[in-house]
C-alpha cells in the first residue's frame, strides 16, 4: 500500500523566517509528486515534480524531489502570515487510475 | 473560466439516511475524483471517473458509489450513513485520466451526520 509521511506535523514560525517541510514516500509504481496549500477548503496547486534533482521555483516556494531517497522537501523563504495554512504532499502512482495518495498535511503557522 | 464547482457546500444528515454530493469539472477536464478528508487528515482516495467509466476505487465500503454523466459532472452517493461519514468531501478534475496536467480541487462538501 502506497504511504507518505509528512513532518513535522505542525510548526510555528516568525515572519521572515524560512522553513522546510518535509515528504517521505512509499509507492508501488511511481509517477508524480504533488504539493497542495490548504487554507480553509480547497487544496490549491503548487507544485508537480516527476524528476529527480529538478527545484522547481514559484516566488518564495521551490521543491525538490529526490527519487533515490523516496523523499521530497517544500521550502518557503521569507515567509508572511499568508502562508500560514496546511501544505499537504501527495503522490500519484503510474497506471490509469490517478488515485493520489496524501500525507497527513504539515501545518504552518507565521506569526507576526 | 470557472473552477471545480461542487453543491452543496454543507449538509447535516442523520445517520441511516442516504446523501448524494455534487461536482463540475473545470471545463475540458473529463476526470473526475473523489476523496474524504477526515478533520486533521490528509484526503482519502475514494473514486475516479473517466468519460463515464470508473476507473479506480479507494478502501471504502459499498456504501459508497458514484457515476459520471455525458457532461463530465459526477455524483457520490453514501447510503446508509454512520457518524464515521462525517467529514470534507472533495472532488478533484483533471484533463485526462492520468492527471499529467495536474489536479484541481473543489471546495468540498462538509457532510455532518448526527
Known amino acids: 500500500e502506497d504511504k507518505v509521511v509528512q513532518s513535522p506535523l505542525s510548526l510555528v514560525v516568525h515572519e521572515g523566517d524560512t522553513v522546510t517541510l518535509n515528504c517521505s514516500y512509499e509507492v508501488t509504481n511511481f509517477r508524480s509528486l504533488l504539493w497542495y496549500k490548504q487554507e480553509k477548503k480547497a487544496p490549491t496547486f503548487l507544485f508537480m515534480l516527476t524528476s529527480s534533482g529538478i527545484e522547481k521555483k514559484s516566488g518564495r516556494l521551490s521543491s525538490i524531489l529526490d527519487k533515490k531517497e523516496l523523499f521530497s522537501i517544500l521550502n518557503i523563504t521569507a515567509t508572511q502570515t499568508g502562508d500560514s495554512a496546511v501544505y499537504l504532499c501527495?503522490?500519484?502512482?503510474?497506471?490509469?487510475?490517478?488515485?493520489?495518495?496524501f500525507g497527513t498535511g504539515t501545518r504552518l503557522q507565521v506569526t507576526l | 473560466d470557472a473552477g471545480v464547482t461542487q453543491s452543496p457546500t454543507h449538509l447535516i444528515k442523520t445517520r441511516g439516511q442516504h446523501v448524494t454530493l455534487r461536482c463540475s469539472p473545470i471545463s475540458g477536464h473529463k476526470s473526475v475524483s473523489w476523496y474524504q478528508q477526515v478533520l486533521g487528515q490528509g484526503p482519502q482516495f475514494i473514486f475516479q471517473?473517466?468519460?463515464?467509466?470508473?476507473?479506480g476505487r479507494g478502501n471504502f465500503p459499498d456504501r459508497f458509489s458514484a457515476r459520471q454523466f455525458p457532461n463530465y459532472s459526477s455524483e457520490l452517493n453514501v447510503n446508509a450513513l454512520l457518524l464515521g461519514d462525517s467529514a470534507l468531501y472533495l472532488c478533484?478534475?483533471?484533463?485526462?485520466?492520468?492527471?499529467?496536467?495536474?489536479?484541481?480541487f473543489g471546495s468540498g462538501t462538509r457532510l455532518t451526520v448526527v
Open positions: 478533484a478534475s483533471s484533463r485526462t485520466d492520468r492527471g499529467m496536467s495536474g489536479y484541481t
Open positions: 471517473y473517466y468519460e463515464k467509466e470508473e476507473r
Open positions: 501527495a503522490v500519484a502512482p503510474a497506471g490509469t487510475a490517478s488515485k493520489l495518495t
